[in-house]
T-cell receptor, first 113, second 115 residues
Framework: EAQVTQNPRYLITVTGKKLTVTCSQN?????MSWYRQDPGLGLRQIYY???????DKGDVPEGYKVSRKEKRNFPLILESPSPNQTSLYFC????????????FGAGTRLSVL | GESVGLHLPTLSVQEGDNSIINCAYS??????FIWYKQESGKGPQFIID?????DKRQGQRVTVLLNKTVKHLSLQIAATQPGDSAVYFC??????????????FGSGTRLQVQP
């Protein structure tokens, strides 16, 4: 089954404790992206990757890091989480020629205390 | 840049009626206009899109209308069913001079289908 898998689905942590949210896709997609979803703000892009070893900032990259060492994986790293990063996070992937059709994971709900 | 806004945060319709969800965008150079559906506890799911050189596109029970003159996009759902209850996002794809392909989402409209 074609899918985008995020882990964990739920995470509660404390300020300053480094964490990683993993994302994996099995569709051989070149393009991958991370979004955060906050009430009234829709989805905002954090980082994206056009292919292996090619990453770039989205609209809200501050406080986040990403890496793309393999085509299927695109982890999101919070080196020193803060309460304003409490949010619902989505990973998505697509073919580069069809970025309009993105496949989303089920989401990771993060709470930073 | 681009900003995208939906006209109503919540829309309530009777089962069997037609639903119309509206969206406005700001950048006339936008290339694609897309609708996503997000059911409770799930990630958004692609429904239908339309290119900037078109003004109407139809899918199964859904129609997207694009009015570039007033920068307005709408999603029409025919014979709305309980399974259509979800949050609907419009999104705009812009190919920027930097090479970035930016997908900007609106804030979403929650569609509630009353039995």
């Amino acid at each position: 089954e074609a899918q985008v898998t995020q882990n964990p689905r739920y995470l509660i942590t404390v300020t300053g404790k480094k964490l990683t949210v993993t994302c994996s896709q099995n569709m051989n997609h070149e393009y991958m992206s991370w979004y955060r979803q906050d009430p009234g703000l829709g989805l905002r892009q954090i980082y994206y990757s056009m292919n292996v070893e090619v990453t770039d900032k989205g609209d809200v990259p501050e406080g986040y890091k990403v890496s793309r060492k393999e085509k299927r994986n695109f982890p999101l790293i919070l080196e020193s989480p803060s309460p304003n990063q409490t949010s619902l996070y989505f990973c998505a992937s697509s073919q580069t020629r069809n970025i309009n059709i993105q496949y989303f994971g089920a989401g990771t709900r993060l709470s930073v205390l | 840049g681009e900003s995208v806004g939906l006209h109503l945060p919540t829309l309530s319709v009777q089962e069997g009626d037609n639903s119309i969800i509206n969206c406005a965008y700001s950048n006339s150079a936008s290339d694609y206009f897309i609708w996503y559906k997000q059911e409770s506890g799930k990630g958004p799911q692609f429904i239908i899109d339309i290119r900037s050189n078109m003004d109407k596109r139809q899918g199964q029970r859904v129609t997207v209308l694009l009015n570039k003159t007033v920068k307005h996009l709408s999603l029409q759902i025919a014979a709305t069913q309980p399974g259509d209850s979800a949050v609907y996002f419009c999104a705009v794809l812009l190919f920027m001079d930097t090479g970035r392909r930016a997908l900007t989402f609106g804030s979403g409209t929650r569609l509630q289908v009353q039995p």
